[in-house]
C-alpha cells in the first residue's frame, strides 16, 4: 500500500516459536513498534523435538533473510522419519508411507534461543502476567491490564498464548462456546534422557549415531515415539494414550506406575517395553499424563484490532512438526500484511485477509491431523493396526499437511487486504 507510514504498535502475547517467529518477521519493520510478553519468568518452549520441512525453512527465510543459518546453529540435523506397529499381529512392521520430502529435527528450546538472539532487549518482557485486555472503542487500540496494575495501550495485540490463554476469549467472546478447549480424551507425557541411558534401556537398533531418526510406535489405543539427533544428545520419547478408564483431573491423567505400565501393557517389543520402564524410572510414585485440550473451529481469529495465531488459534496435533509449520506460516503471513499498513485505518483490512486465508488452511489442518491422530494410536477403525492399510491413509493426510504454497497464501493475502482498504475507504 502506499502513502507514508505512521508507527504501528504491535503487543504479542506468548513465549513460544510461533510468537517469536512473528517478532523477528516485524523487526524488519522501521514503522513497527513490537513487544513480545511471556507470563513465565523465562521464555521456554518444551516438549517434542520439532521436524521442518524445506518448505518450513523457507518460511523463517522469509520472515527474515538473516535466519539462514539459525537451524544450524540451533543443532538441526537431517532425519529419516519412520513409522512401525507396536502391537497385534503386524508388531514390529515398517508402515510405508512414502515420504520423500526432506526433514530436519531441531530442540524448540533451542531454536526459540536463536529466533530470539539479537531481538532488543527493550522488546523481550518476561515474567509479565496480563490479568485482562480491554478494547479502547471499536478500532480504537487495545489496553493491556498488568497484574500488579500497570496497563499499556496498543494498536494491535497476537495472541500466540496457547490453549489456555486469555486472547482467545477476547477476541471470540465470552459466551462463545469455541472460546475454551475442550478434553480430547488423549494424553501425552514427554521426557527426554541421556543417550547412554536410553541405549541401556532401548538397545542399540534404533540408536544407531550414524542415523539420527524420529520413530513412532502404533499401538492399539496408545502411541509411542522416540525422536534420535545423535549420541552426544540427549534423546526425546514421548507416550500416549487414550484414558483407557483413567479420568482425567483437570490437566492430567494421574496415574500410578503400574497403572501407567498396564496401559501399555499390549505392546511387547523389547524397544517400547525399555520406553515405557524409562518413563516409570523417572516417576516413581505418580504419573501424570498431560491431558490433550482441543479447540473447537473458531468463527474468525480476528477483530478490528486483535488476531491469533498458532495454538492461541487452532489445536493442531502435535506430531511431526504441523503444528510449527502452520505457526510459522501465520507468523509470516500477518507480519507481511502488517509491514503493508500506513496507518491505523488500514488496521481491519490487514487482520481480516489475514484471517480469510489463514484460517481456512488451519482448520483443514487441524482436520487431518485429527485423522492421523486416529491413525496413529490405532483407533482408525477402517485401518486398525494393519501396515498396508495404514501406510496410504498417512500418506494422503502428510501430503496435505505438509505441501504448503505460501506463495499462494501471500498473494491472496494482499490482493484480499487491498480490496478490503478500498472498500472502506
Not at 504448503?404 to 472498500?423: K, V
Request: aromatic letters at 8%; proline letters at 5%; glycine letters at 8%.
Amino acid at each position: 500500500m502506499s502513502g507514508s507510514y505512521s508507527t504501528i504498535r504491535v503487543a504479542i502475547i506468548g513465549g513460544g516459536i510461533g510468537a517469536a517467529a512473528l517478532l523477528r518477521g516485524l523487526l524488519r519493520y522501521s514503522h513497527i513498534a513490537a513487544d513480545i510478553y511471556e507470563s513465565r519468568p523465562s521464555f521456554k518452549e518444551e516438549g517434542h523435538v520439532i521436524t521442518l520441512t524445506s518448505v518450513a525453512e523457507q518460511i523463517l527465510l522469509k520472515l527474515d533473510p538473516s535466519l539462514d543459518d539459525c537451524l544450524s546453529r540451533a543443532e538441526a540435523v537431517d532425519t529419516a522419519t519412520e513409522f512401525r506397529i507396536a502391537s497385534g499381529p503386524y508388531a514390529g512392521h515398517v508402515v510405508d508411507c512414502q515420504q520423500d520430502y526432506r526433514e530436519r529435527m531441531v530442540d524448540p528450546q533451542k531454536l526459540l534461543d536463536e529466533l530470539l538472539r539479537g531481538t532488543p532487549p527493550r522488546m523481550i518482557h518476561a515474567n509479565s502476567r496480563i490479568s485482562s485486555i480491554t478494547e479502547v472503542s471499536p478500532g480504537g487500540g487495545v489496553i493491556l491490564n498488568f497484574v500488579g496494575g500497570t496497563q499499556k495501550k496498543y494498536d494491535i495485540v497476537v495472541g500466540a498464548d496457547g490453549v489456555h490463554g486469555i486472547t482467545r476469549e477476547f477476541v471470540l467472546g465470552a459466551d462463545d462456546p469455541a472460546s475454551r478447549p475442550q478434553n480430547t480424551g488423549v494424553w501425552r507425557l514427554p521426557i527426554r534422557v541421556p543417550y547412554q541411558k536410553a541405549l541401556d534401556a532401548m538397545g542399540p537398533e534404533f540408536l544407531d549415531p550414524r542415523r539420527p531418526c524420529q520413530t513412532s510406535w502404533i499401538g492399539d489405543g496408545n502411541f509411542l515415539q522416540h525422536d534420535f539427533m545423535g549420541a552426544e544428545k540427549d534423546v526425546h520419547i514421548t507416550a500416549y494414550a487414550s484414558n483407557s478408564g483413567y479420568s482425567p483431573e483437570g490437566w492430567a491423567s494421574l496415574l500410578t506406575p503400574e497403572e501407567f505400565g498396564a496401559v501399555f501393557a499390549n505392546i511387547p517389543l523389547p524397544v517400547c517395553r525399555g520406553m515405557v520402564n524409562l518413563i516409570k524410572s523417572l516417576y516413581t510414585v505418580q504419573i501424570a499424563g498431560i491431558s490433550y485440550m482441543q479447540h473447537k473451529p473458531a468463527r474468525t481469529y480476528v477483530t478490528k484490532n486483535a488476531a491469533l495465531i498458532d495454538d492461541a488459534a487452532h489445536s493442531v496435533v502435535l506430531v511431526h512438526g504441523v503444528n510449527a509449520l502452520i505457526g510459522l506460516e501465520e507468523a509470516y503471513i500477518l507480519s507481511m500484511l502488517l509491514s503493508r499498513v500506513a496507518g491505523r485505518a488500514a488496521i481491519p483490512a490487514a487482520l481480516q485477509a489475514f484471517d480469510h486465508v489463514c484460517r481456512p488452511r488451519a482448520e483443514k489442518a487441524v482436520h487431518h491431523t485429527i485423522q492421523c491422530g486416529l491413525v496413529t494410536i490405532g483407533e482408525d477403525r477402517e485401518v486398525g493396526l494393519d501396515p498396508y492399510l495404514m501406510g496410504p491413509r498417512l500418506q494422503y493426510h502428510w501430503r496435505v499437511l505438509k505441501e504448503s504454497n505460501i506463495e499462494a497464501q501471500e498473494a491472496a493475502a494482499i490482493q484480499l487486504m487491498d480490496q478490503l482498504y478500498m472498500q472502506q475507504r
